[in-house]
């Protein structure tokens, strides 16, 4: 009996069938498109690098806070998995270690540098700029693409932070690389591409804890509207999505809370050295209520009337930080002044973002992070929804504007209203949303022009957008004051072409047909481009060509920061922060450098004898007092109580027992304590038992020699 052979050409013939059919998409997004698509991405991306990458250097250290993360992680593998302050595993930073994680094996590999730090911070928004590139351009045209990645690459916010080391670079590529695996997953009903959506938010959450969780609605929503396969498959997809992410994120959170507590370190921020705690709390539902605590502060304010931060000068470093008053300038709560500390809701909440309220992404604090497109981006998304209401459900242009549409909205209402600590550049994560609704929302206007709605839509937009960069320009006084004149009539005269040239007689549009209809239309695009893009792109360089240092840095061309830095995140005009009258202590020496200030020379040259022979050199009330020491020395320094001095990490009796086995070597008073915290009862024990010197100003005891 014989068998017949098997075909193998048809089999090799089913097999390549199947690939052109799976690689049919991607041929089309990228295979068929002009030839000037190609060069162009590639021009935008190396512009993209060189605005992120030019003079990186400038910044130094940038946050000292994390610079100091990243180097323990070059030198301990413990210290870089949990992300520990100190390479002796004393204390973590308040967030998971992620992106500290990419900044760390950089520095493994090419030496700990500040370009070994921040270049990755930068490689990782030219990434973020291309994956919304290929996300836009899959659902409507290489221009439209285009035309999102620009407005994003070049928004204020995101040419400060992908220029520094702060996790919101990492955070956001993770976003954009999850739109587009749900982009790609609404197209065919993919479970495999909702599942790296799902793993990228998860990875997200290992970078910034609760703020990965905002994109979850427009990922979810944008699926289950749109995916062309039946309810029951879309809502098990869905579970299958979170199933991920839960995977992605949960397996750090379980070895964390899983590893024997007296063998890692504490977990910086929290209350109770539980990462879960930290999730919840301080960097959870706290940043929503105000009722933090741990982290910075327990939910830190500095608050002067109405709400808004007030920066004065005298006060002490007791208790907070120096030359900081409350409202009318009166000094804060520890000895000789310091911050005034406002524990829980009130105050008009925030901390540095400004009062709550709508207009919160539009005030000083932080309209000029981000805001210059905002009401276009809104505009878009109502007009791209009115214009497509009558697609089909499975419309993947609709579809895109319901992913960037939610994922806008849900940032700018929790933004705008969380009563917790916020910071301006948190809105970087809005920026690739506002891009690709402008640039998605504009090919629907452009395709529908015909219609009276679009064409008013659009010049709206484009006019409106001129308005309100003029008022934004206006905030920053003599700054190009010829530049805010030029958008706005670029962005009017772009307007009324938009609603007059349709309006032209038949025979006057004839008369423009040709070679003249193309010109008219290239220089209405121009124009719309100048008044659209100009000022934030001008505001986008003015960022990337000054240094900026601290833990609170802002946008725009003074080089602001805070807590270390040249500033305090504030608006142009604003006060100062002052040194202490009379020149008292400091743990840098107030010598400002590169990466904010600079630990003193007596005292680190001090700390590095025999630095060796302890587990840690020195120990001090908190990591933003410890950071530049231990950036200067190379040495762990332990930070008893985290970044701002409240974690309570350790107790006296702790303490003595360090010291007792002789691995501390010094203790350096003042700086930053919170109530509770890493001060409790420390300094006063160190100070009736140990004799105290001055180095470079700084009160320092050898906990090697008792008194007597």
Request: aromatic share 10%; glycine share 18%.
């Amino acid at each position: 009996m014989s068998t017949a052979s098997p075909d193998l050409g048809g089999v090799r013939r089913a097999v390549w069938s199947g690939y052109r059919r799976r690689a049919r998409p991607l041929a089309a997004a990228a295979g068929h498109d002009p030839r000037w698509v190609r060069p162009a991405v590639a021009g935008l991306l190396a512009l993209s690098a060189l605005t992120y990458l030019w003079g990186l250097g400038a910044s130094g250290n940038a946050n000292s806070f994390y610079a100091a993360a990243v180097q323990a992680g070059t030198k301990s593998w413990k210290a870089l998995f949990f992300g520990s302050f100190d390479a002796s595993n004393f204390i973590t930073v308040d967030k998971p270690p992620a992106s500290l994680w990419v900044m760390s094996l950089s520095g493994r590999i090419f030496g700990f540098s500040a370009w070994s730090m921040l270049a990755p911070q930068a490689l990782e928004g030219v990434a973020a700029v291309g994956l919304l590139y290929l996300t836009v351009r899959r659902v409507t045209n290489p221009r439209s693409g285009l035309l999102a990645a620009g407005l994003f690459a070049f928004t204020p916010v995101a040419a400060l932070m992908f220029r520094f080391n702060n996790p919101d670079a990492l955070l956001v590529l993770l976003f954009v690389l999850g739109a587009y695996c749900v982009t790609r997953a609404v197209e065919a009903a993919s479970l495999r591409w909702l599942a790296l959506a799902g793993a990228a938010t998860g990875v997200a959450f290992l970078t910034k804890l609760g703020q990965a969780f905002l994109v979850v609605p427009a990922f979810g929503l944008v699926y289950l509207v749109a995916a062309p396969t039946t309810v029951g498959r879309r809502i098990v997809h869905l579970l299958g999505g979170l199933a991920a992410m839960v995977v992605a994120a949960g397996w750090y959170v379980a070895a964390v809370e899983l590893w024997p507590k007296g063998s890692r370190p504490y977990i910086g921020g929290s209350t109770n050295n539980s990462l879960l705690q930290l999730t919840f709390g301080y960097n959870g539902l706290g940043r929503l209520t105000g009722n933090e605590s741990g982290g910075g502060g327990g939910g830190m304010r500095l608050l002067g009337g109405g709400g808004a931060p007030v920066l004065g000068q005298g006060g002490g470093m007791a208790g907070g930080f120096p030359g900081i008053a409350g409202p009318g300038g009166e000094s804060g709560d520890g000895p000789g002044g310091g911050i005034r500390r406002v524990f829980g809701p009130g105050g008009g909440g925030g901390g540095f973002g400004g009062a709550t309220g709508w207009n919160r992404l539009f005030s000083d604090q932080m309209g000029t992070e981000i805001s210059w497109l905002l009401p276009a981006a809104l505009l878009a998304l109502v007009a791209g929804l009115w214009l497509t209401r009558r697609a089909p459900r499975t419309d993947r242009v609709r579809a895109a504007l319901i992913l960037f549409g939610t994922w806008l909205v849900v940032h700018a209402v929790v933004f705008s209203y969380m009563q917790g600590i916020i910071h301006p550049y948190y809105t970087i994560a809005l920026a690739p949303a506002i891009g690709g609704l402008i640039a998605v929302g504009g090919y629907v206007l452009v395709r529908d022009r015909n219609s009276a709605v679009a064409r008013g839509a659009l010049a709206v937009m484009v006019g409106g957008t001129g308005i309100w960069c003029y008022v934004l320009l206006h905030r920053t006084p003599g700054w190009y004051p010829w530049l805010r004149w030029l958008v706005l009539l670029a962005a009017l005269v772009a307007a009324a072409a938009i609603l007059l040239v349709p309006a032209m007689p038949a025979t006057a549009r004839r008369v423009a047909a040709g070679t003249a209809r193309r010109a008219t239309a290239v220089a209405i695009t121009v124009a719309a481009l100048i008044g659209l893009a100009g000022a934030p792109a001008a505001y986008a360089a003015a960022t990337a060509s000054v240094a900026h240092t601290g833990s609170i840095p802002s946008s725009g061309p003074n080089g602001a920061g805070g807590f270390g830095g040249g500033g305090f995140g504030r608006p142009p005009g604003a006060a100062t922060i002052t040194p202490e009258g009379g020149g008292g202590p400091s743990l840098t020496g107030g010598s400002g450098g590169p990466g904010g200030d600079t630990a003193n020379a007596a005292l680190v040259s001090m700390l590095k004898a025999g630095a060796g022979s302890y587990r840690w050199v020195a120990a001090t009330q908190s990591s933003n007092s410890a950071a530049p020491i231990e950036l200067a020395t190379g040495d762990p320094i332990m930070a008893m109580g985290g970044f701002s001095g409240s974690d309570p990490a350790l107790t006296l009796a702790q303490f003595q027992a360090y010291v007792a086995a002789k691995k501390i070597h010094y203790y350096i008073g003042g700086g930053m304590g919170g109530p509770g915290g890493g001060s409790s009862g420390i300094e006063s024990w160190v100070s009736a038992h140990f004799t105290a010197t001055t180095v470079g100003g700084q009160t320092v005891y050898d906990l090697t020699r008792p008194k007597g």
